[in-house]
Each structure stands twice: as structure tokens, then as C-alpha cells.
């Protein structure tokens, strides 16, 4: 009876840890592996219009030059330099999820115009640069960091402003917890998220309609073998509660794709100079294009007040 019993108890248990890694693995391809289509998450907040940008393209063919770094995960990262030779200061720009540095090009034209040199990089697994998984912001805020340290060291340590969206964002505010050099001097985040937990356990009620459990434990545990990093490690709490730096937080208040709540608590945790500024009606990063006018003038203002 306790040989059955013990054989019961083994298959249940093989059974319990083969549904965990299916499970995990389902769901660690939807979000996180690059070749797996992400339509079905990108388009939540899409509104099915697009603009016209073959002139911005243009321009960013013309203008860029092209640098290479190595990834903390050995991959090869590639960025873009737009070197505006009026400029004094550079503006760090950092794409979305799913995007790249291309994709940014109506901010690195606005920056590029304002008077800024900029730099875009493609995140790990994202434009040209190399990656079997997306980082999500934690890795890749390492990566921002070396890049502005190569950057500057080639510039005179020039001051330096990072600004982000999305993914981008909790690139940057993961990274001003990091070993930043002292010539970058403020940072913009635009519809970031704070807790990468957070976002996710957000994601899977809304898409899936699933409680966290044991679906995000599965998939933390899949992420971690197969990226090399929990979903804990990806959380800009701690760097927003110590940063000394000026910060302007963006964000739509009908955000379906990160919520209001993140651009919210990033508020709330910073304790240096900082701004909010909500955008009534807008879904994801709509504002740059819905709210264009009033979306420069309160980057250009924070800019001036704390950059120039």
C-alpha cells in the first residue's frame, strides 16, 4: 500500500512540475521570446492610425551613425548617434517594447532640432541588436549605462538627459538606481513601468483573465532559467526612492497597456525635483502625436528649467 501510494505521489508530482514548465513556457514565449508574435499584446491600445514618416526616415538614414557595444549578456548591442554639431548636451532616447531606435525617430528629430545631440540604442533583441529574449528593462538598463559612459567618454563628458518610453522608461528608471556617470543630469520617462511583477500579473488578468498564480510563479521560474533573471529583478523602486536626479513623468490616463497607477507611483517614489503631467483620454504613448503642442512645451520647459 505505501509502494502505491509512493508511485501515486511521484506521478502526481512529475504531472504537477510538467504542467509548471508547460505553463511557464507558454507564457515566457508570449511575452518575453522575440521570435513568438507579440501583435496580440502590442495592439491593445492601438487605434489604427499611423503617420507618415518617409521624410523622419529618410533623415534618420542620413544622419545616423552607427555604433556598436557589447551586451552584459555578450550579445552585440547596435545605437545611433545624431551629432548635432551646435550642440553642447546630448539626450539619451530609449524605445519601446517590440520597437527600436527607427521607430523613435520623430523624438531624436525633435531632440535633433531643439538643439540636442542624441543617442538612440536597439535594446537587446530589438532593431539590430542581437538577443534570444527580451530584457524588459533590467538588463538593459546595464546596457544604458555603458552606453552613456561610452558616449560621454567620446564626448567630453558632455551633460546628458535620458528620456524613454514604455519599456524605454523603465529602462532609464531602472538605471538611475546604477553606476550612472555625474555628467547625466536629469531623466524623462513616458508611460513606464515601475514593478515589471506588477505590469505582468496587470497583463495576464486582462488578456487571459488568469489569477498571478501558479501562472506567474511558473513563468518567473522559466524566465530565470531560460533569460537569467527573475521578473523581481526588473524594479525601479528603490532607484526612484534614492535618485538625486530631476525627473518629468508622462503618462495617458487610459493607458490600457501600462496603467496610470505606474506613471503614479513613479511619481510618488521619487523625492528629487520632479513633475507630472497626465494626458486626458490618451491610450498608450498617444500623447507625443494627439497632444504634440503641449507635450514639447512641457518637455521643453522641464528641459530648459533643468538641463540648460
Not at 521578473?231 to 501600462?258: C, N, Q, R, S, Y
Request: no cysteine; hydrophobic share 40%; net charge neutral.
Amino acid at each position: 500500500m505505501k509502494k502505491h501510494f509512493k508511485k501515486i505521489l511521484a506521478t502526481l508530482l512529475i504531472l504537477v512540475v510538467v504542467v509548471f514548465g508547460f505553463v511557464g513556457n507558454y507564457f515566457y514565449n508570449f511575452g518575453l521570446n522575440p521570435k513568438v508574435d507579440k501583435s496580440a499584446i502590442v495592439n491593445q491600445d492601438s487605434d489604427g492610425s499611423k503617420e507618415d514618416k518617409t521624410a523622419l526616415n529618410k533623415w534618420f538614414d542620413e544622419t545616423k551613425q552607427t555604433v556598436e557595444m557589447e551586451s552584459v549578456t555578450k550579445n552585440k548591442l547596435v545605437g545611433y548617434k545624431f551629432v548635432n554639431p551646435d550642440a553642447k548636451k546630448w539626450i539619451f532616447v530609449v524605445h519601446g517594447y517590440t520597437s527600436d531606435a527607427k521607430k523613435m525617430v520623430n523624438y531624436i528629430k525633435k531632440f535633433y532640432d531643439m538643439g540636442y545631440s542624441v543617442f538612440a540604442p536597439d535594446l537587446i533583441a530589438h532593431g539590430n541588436s542581437e538577443g534570444d529574449f527580451i530584457s524588459m528593462g533590467g538588463y538593459d538598463s546595464d546596457d544604458l549605462v555603458n552606453w552613456v559612459k561610452k558616449i560621454s567618454s567620446e564626448n567630453n563628458n558632455a551633460d546628458t538627459a535620458l528620456f524613454g518610453i514604455s519599456m524605454g522608461a523603465a529602462t532609464v528608471m531602472n538605471a538611475v538606481g546604477k553606476d550612472l556617470p555625474s555628467n547625466v543630469k536629469t531623466f524623462i520617462e513616458d508611460s513606464g513601468y515601475v514593478n515589471l511583477k506588477v505590469e505582468f500579473t496587470y497583463q495576464l488578468k486582462k488578456l487571459f483573465n488568469l489569477p498571478s498564480f501558479p501562472v506567474i510563479p511558473a513563468a518567473n521560474t522559466v524566465t530565470k532559467i531560460r533569460a537569467g533573471y527573475f521578473f523581481g529583478d526588473v524594479d525601479a523602486t528603490k532607484a526612484l526612492k534614492e535618485t538625486k536626479l530631476p525627473a518629468l513623468v508622462l503618462h495617458g490616463e487610459e493607458d490600457g497597456f501600462v496603467p496610470l497607477e505606474h506613471g503614479k507611483a513613479a511619481y510618488d517614489l521619487i523625492t528629487s525635483e520632479k513633475e507630472f503631467h497626465s494626458f486626458p483620454g490618451m491610450k498608450h504613448v498617444q500623447a507625443e502625436r494627439k497632444f504634440r503642442e503641449q507635450y514639447w512645451n512641457i518637455v521643453g520647459d522641464f528641459l530648459k528649467k533643468h538641463f540648460e
